[in-house]
């Protein structure tokens, strides 16, 4: 009989300080920033703030409580995984870090693209405030727990033996599916405009290559078991998709796809061995963003420059990893880890494009209602071939209408809060953030935590968690590939599971 995760943990997680002396220190903290909460309330209200160094005052309060749930789970060998840790990092590195490099006038803050909006920044990140703090209220609501706690949970289950070839044959197609976009579609995703990311074939070879992801994280249930941790085919099979990983990542442009694979089988780990060590851990994924975003960006660098040439066909992707790291011995550490924190400094600016919206929000005309969010399973699902009017993203319009210039290439990352504030206004910020802390509740909680929670739900949890987590874009795309996932998902498992019976001939098996 496997252990269950519950007795696992009971076994195994040996905290490093007493729950007492962080409780405490997590309650320090929230009353800093409940302070910091109190005055940006009052600030929002008059409509303006205070000269001087109000601005930097509040991202001060925003970053402490948004690192709160982070450091609490550090010092009590808490959960690193659940959704509310990362989000809460989003909000410090587009709200809190971004804004005190700016008022501090740091060269890795470069100029935003919107101007006149220093009267609306310390608003912005009272907003940002209000907006975390009701998503905390949804997210840790002790009755909400409670309920979560007694749906039924999914009845489906991994087979015990590994289906090794069905699972390779996935990964296989996800590779392919992506090669396609990579050779027919141009190197990477900047080079296409927004006309061409939203035809239906595009995205269905998009989601076909998260199969390789799937794949991956399903692997990862056969390696990391409750009673021994396959450590050599772990390190065999990273060694296979590490390079693959690595090449698209960089050809792709797509920074966070490499690491939050690696997060995702650590996370496999921490639900299905034992919990993590913290530091170590924060400490490995920290590097692991670091290289990613400074490989990419110097690798873009150098294209711009004629250093390097995209790859067009499959021989010159096969030599692409060699000629980029030609270039990143040429740039040196120093090049390197200013490239990346330059790039982590100004991917980030969620504070300046909230300013913006409060600043400039009377000038975009959208077509857009409440209506559209509730409509999101259906965006996700209808092809446009179908319904040609289908809502695009409408991130490209406010960029647009705000510099004045027409195009599909000015899209910008329009937050969650910056979303629900143009529907909606304030109250859409107030109502919008407790439902998104009530939703991050109900799949962590459903799926992963709570007693002989199965592999099943934590493959799921981890496929749609590295989804969720992107508060920093429009919601709409988000959640329409949140649940396209959650879906492919339930369809790869299904497929996993009748392979594997028919391989063995029929014989039950027992499940995962």
């Not at 509040?58 to 690192?67: D, E, I, N, Q, T």
């Not at 690491?259 to 924060?282: I, K, Q, S």
């Not at 857009?368 to 490209?396: E, M, N, Q, Y």
Request: aromatic share 8%; net charge positive.
């Amino acid at each position: 009989m496997l252990a269950s995760r519950a007795d696992v943990i009971g076994r195994r997680r040996a905290p490093t300080l007493g729950m007492g002396r962080s409780s405490r220190l997590l309650v320090a903290l929230l009353a800093v920033a409940g302070a910091a909460v109190a005055g940006a309330a009052a600030a929002l209200l008059i409509g303006a703030l205070p000269a001087g160094s109000a601005v930097s005052a509040l991202a001060v309060g925003l970053s402490v409580l948004a690192l709160a749930p982070a450091v609490h789970a550090l010092i009590s060998r808490g959960d690193l995984f659940q959704p509310i840790v990362p989000i809460g990092l989003f909000f410090f590195l587009d709200f809190g870090m971004r804004t005190l490099l700016v008022e501090a006038g740091s060269d890795l803050a470069e100029p935003f693209i919107f101007v006149n909006i220093d009267d609306t920044r310390g608003p912005a990140v009272a907003l940002a405030i209000l907006a975390l703090t009701l998503t905390y209220a949804g997210y840790y609501a002790p009755w909400w727990r409670r309920a979560v706690g007694r749906i039924p949970q999914i009845p489906v289950a991994l087979p015990a033996q590994a289906p090794w070839m069905v699972l390779g044959l996935i990964y296989a197609v996800g590779v392919i599916a992506r090669g396609v976009l990579l050779l027919d579609r141009g190197a990477t995703f900047a080079s296409l405009d927004l006309q061409e990311r939203l035809t239906d074939d595009f995205n269905l070879l998009l989601q076909i290559g998260g199969f390789s992801q799937f794949a991956v994280l399903l692997a990862g249930v056969y390696l990391f078991r409750p009673e021994r941790v396959r450590a050599g085919v772990a390190a065999a099979v990273l060694a296979v998709i590490a390079p693959i990983e690595g090449v698209f990542t960089v050809a792709f442009g797509a920074k966070h796809v490499f690491a939050f694979l690696l997060v995702g089988l650590a996370g496999l780990y921490n639900y299905r061995v034992r919990r993590l060590g913290g530091l170590r851990f924060a400490l490995a994924v920290a590097a692991a963003v670091v290289v990613m975003f400074g490989a990419v960006t110097i690798y873009r660098d150098r294209v711009h420059r004629g250093a390097l040439e995209r790859p067009t066909d499959a021989a010159s992707l096969a030599t692409a990893p060699v000629a980029l790291a030609g270039e990143l011995v040429k740039a040196g550490p120093r090049e390197f880890l200013h490239a990346a924190l330059r790039t982590l400094a100004n991917r980030h600016t969620s504070g300046e494009i909230v300013a913006s919206i409060l600043a400039n929000g009377d000038a975009v005309d959208l077509e857009v209602t409440g209506a559209d969010l509730a409509l999101i399973p259906a965006f996700a699902f209808v092809p446009r071939a179908i319904w040609p009017d289908k809502p695009a993203p409408f991130s490209p319009q406010v960029s647009s209408a705000f510099r004045g210039v027409e195009g599909n290439r000015t899209s910008f990352g329009m937050t969650h809060s910056g979303d629900l504030y143009l529907r909606h206004g304030l109250p859409g910020v107030v109502i919008g953030s407790l439902a998104l802390g009530l939703l991050y509740r109900l799949l962590y909680g459903w799926l992963v935590d709570r007693p002989g929670a199965t592999a099943v739900g934590a493959v799921l949890y981890l496929a749609v968690f590295w989804r969720i987590i992107f508060v920093n874009a429009e919601i709409i795309p988000v959640y329409v590939q949140a649940i396209r996932s959650l879906v492919v998902g339930l369809g790869l498992l299904a497929l996993v599971t009748c392979a594997s019976k028919l391989m063995g001939g029929g014989r039950a098996q027992r499940g995962l």
